[in-house]
């Protein structure tokens, strides 16, 4: 297996400034794998006045595409139209590979199927479950299953994800590899100090979405708050469910015991954790959850709905399951109220000792180099002929087989047009970020700010000394 360094281009809808799972694995695995050597740059449509191209810390590359968005921050699908730009920024930065993330992103499955018409290697990531009942299931389903036909792997973020996504696209479970989320532990150390001693108090962190659980939050936090006096809750994040919630505060009176932060920033997310006692997680589906980590890492019991992929998420110890109904999320609420009381008895339980583990057992590099395994497990496979590709779709449907077969020609078709309009050869190529020099100004900006530091901490002395 040949360890050479390779372009890879990232692609999907989820990606900062909106913040997420899906956002932060991009970002973190981004950066560990330009650190192993290899050049990547992201693809994400615009937000706002966030358009073309800007560079992000650590050279990270991002390519802010026009897009029409049409619902939850997914852009509308325009199935050709993006193959001019996906194929001149491919050419331009010399792409090997194309890993697409998250089955609801319409950039992922549009570049993994303009990719593949030039012959460039893919790889999707799927972060989320889907069922296969409801109409919205069953057609995002189908459309996997065209976009899987012809990816040379997949990865997932939990075992219960690969099984899901095995189901919905009939893939090959050998051409699925399980590589779980992970979080930068020293981002995320507790601190009991901030803590308020009065209070025992339960944090949630979540979009206030229907599929967060948040009917079950609203009915379960007046109960616990009538049931143990000591307890006030902390809910960060914002949706369209937020209202649920204030009617809930205002309906029960609870003001004073029920504070609503709206949307937090990820540079803000350990500030709130650290305040806390336990960590609520209700949700009704989840592939992996990356929320509960970092707030085990933060030293907070968790307690969360059994549900999906989180039962692999974390130790025994470290977490309360709970059904998805209202009175078990009560009675595991609190049989961890129960816990907090007794935790300075239980050296398992120490907020020190929950940090410890997290950070063996999740970090972005091994994330990175698993990752990387992958890469290296495709990139010299022998490029298969387009009848193959045609047979693959066809496989996927008595009609909707033919469907397939017919974007896929007509895309192999607008190929051929685009490379006669604007041969390769007459594409620039786009120059790599000089990382040697970014070190050195980065290094040299570190010196000027300790001193600097240095400076201001002695500044009060010089002026008491002048004012003499």
Not at 395 to 407: D, E, I, Q, R, S
Not at 414 to 432: D, M, T
């Amino acid at each position: 297996m040949q360890t050479r360094p390779l372009n890879i281009c990232m692609v999907s809808d989820f990606f900062y400034p909106a913040m997420g799972g899906v956002e932060s694995h991009l970002y973190n695995n981004s950066q560990c794998l330009i650190q192993r050597g290899h050049k990547v740059v992201i693809i994400t449509h615009s937000h706002g006045n966030r358009r073309g191209v800007r560079y992000i810390a650590g050279g990270l590359k991002v390519y802010h595409v026009p897009a029409v968005i049409v619902y939850s921050n997914a852009s509308l699908p325009t199935f050709f139209c993006t193959f001019p730009i996906f194929r001149q920024i491919f050419i331009r930065e010399q792409i090997d590979i194309v890993h697409g993330h998250q089955a609801f992103s319409t950039l992922c499955h549009e570049a993994i199927l303009h990719a593949r018409s030039m012959g460039l290697k893919t790889v999707f990531t799927d972060h989320s479950l889907l069922g296969f009942a409801d109409a919205s299931g069953i057609l995002l389903n189908k459309l996997l299953k065209f976009t899987l036909s012809d990816v040379q792997h997949a990865i997932c973020v939990s075992h219960t994800s690969k099984e899901n996504t095995v189901l919905r696209a009939a893939l090959d479970p050998h051409q699925v590899s399980v590589i779980p989320n992970a979080i930068i532990a020293a981002q995320f150390t507790p601190d009991t100090s901030a803590r308020d001693a009065d209070w025992i108090t339960i944090v949630v962190l979540s979009r206030l979405v229907y599929r967060k659980g948040i009917d079950l939050l609203v009915a379960a936090v007046p109960r616990i708050c009538e049931l143990c006096p000591r307890v006030r809750f902390i809910i960060g994040g914002d949706g369209p469910m937020r209202i649920n919630i204030e009617q809930m505060r205002e309906r029960h009176m609870l003001q004073d015991r029920v504070e609503l932060l709206g949307s937090v920033q990820a540079a803000d997310v350990r500030s709130v954790l650290i305040r806390g006692d336990i960590f609520l997680n209700t949700s009704l589906t989840e592939a992996f959850c990356i929320a509960i980590v970092e707030a085990a890492s933060c030293g907070l019991l968790v307690v969360s709905t059994k549900v999906g992929g989180i039962p692999e998420v974390l130790p025994r110890y470290m977490i309360t399951f709970a059904v998805p109904e209202e009175d078990h999320i009560v009675e595991a609420l609190r049989e961890a109220i129960g816990r907090v009381d007794d935790r300075s008895s239980h050296q398992e339980l120490s907020p020190e000792h929950f940090h410890s583990q997290v950070k063996k057992m999740y970090s972005w590099q091994n994330v990175a180099e698993r990752t990387e395994q992958v890469y290296y497990k495709i990139a010299d496979l022998e490029e298969p002929p387009l009848i193959e590709r045609f047979r693959r779709y066809y496989g996927c449907g008595l009609v909707a087989g033919k469907l397939f077969c017919l974007v896929a020609a007509v895309d192999f078709l607008i190929g051929v047009v685009l490379a006669w309009l604007w041969p390769k050869e007459k594409i620039e190529r786009a120059r790599n970020f000089d990382r040697v020099k970014y070190g050195a100004i980065v290094a040299q900006n570190r010196i000027l700010s300790s001193s600097d530091n240095a400076a201001a901490a002695s500044s009060p002395i010089l002026e008491h000394t002048t004012s003499l």
